[in-house]
Nanobody, 121 residues
Framework: QVQLVESGGGLVQPGGSLRVSCGAS????????MAWYRQAPGKQRELVAV???????NYKDSVKGRFIISRDNAKNTVYLQMNSLKPEDTAVYYC???????????????WGQGTQVTVSS
């Protein structure tokens, strides 16, 4: 069935950069909005960045100017380039694909398993 697989997480020093990737299969990728969420220990999962099927982007305020979300429809892949990383960016980062079913107005979401990003000196 639908699969979303993240990669690229790891340990990075404060101020450093990291790019995480998410490859999707078994969906018509270009019709979905793609998003990155993250969840820190003891915290609620939060939206970090989203890119629509048309290429529009939006970001959580705390990552604006530091993170860039992009997509390559030919590769069924979404990326999150993370720059100027801070310890508070430490979290498990999850890939999300979502769209609205036009007939019902219901939103369908698919999720990856997550990749750990740790920012520490």
């Amino acid at each position: 069935q639908v699969q979303l697989v993240e990669s690229g997480g790891g340990l990075v020093q404060p101020g450093g950069s990291l790019r995480v990737s998410c490859g999707a299969s078994r969906i018509i990728f270009s019709t979905y909005a793609m998003a990155w969420y993250r969840q820190a220990p003891g915290k609620q999962r939060e939206l970090v960045a989203v890119i629509t099927s048309g290429g529009s982007t939006n970001y959580k305020d705390s990552v604006k100017g530091r993170f860039i979300i992009s997509r390559d429809n030919a590769k069924n892949t979404v990326y999150l380039q993370m720059n100027s990383l801070k310890p508070e960016d430490t979290a498990v980062y999850y890939c999300n694909a979502n769209r609205i079913l036009l007939a019902t107005g219901l939103r369908v979401d698919y999720w990856g398993q997550g990749t750990q990003v740790t920012v520490s000196s």
